[in-house]
């Protein structure tokens, strides 16, 4: 199951993707968005990640003013969640 739902507020528009994935370990959140931190874990279907791709993720949302948060549960899953400025022009 995932979810996708967006939100405007404080000028900010916000997208969220919420999973009912294997979740991620506690330890390995803190890292999650850290150049030499590189962590990946097995998914649901066993498959392997080289964890670069929120690396990258982060770096793009933060030269657009914006952030990325993430929260996760062991057998659970996670909900990624993205926050971007507005332009009102």
Known sequence: R???YSLER??????C???SGVGI???IVDDLFKHGE??????????????????????????NKGEI???????????????LPINKT
């Open 38 to 63: 590189v962590e990946s874990t097995l998914g649901t279907n066993g498959e392997k990640g080289t964890g670069l791709g929120l690396i990258l993720c982060k770096e793009l949302i933060q030269i």
């Open 17 to 19: 993707v919420e999973d």
């Open 69 to 83: 948060r993430v929260k996760s549960k062991i057998d659970k899953g996670s909900t990624f969640c993205i926050s």
């Open 2 to 4: 995932i979810m996708i």
């Open 25 to 27: 370990e506690p330890n």
């Open 10 to 15: 404080d000028n900010m528009i916000s997208c």
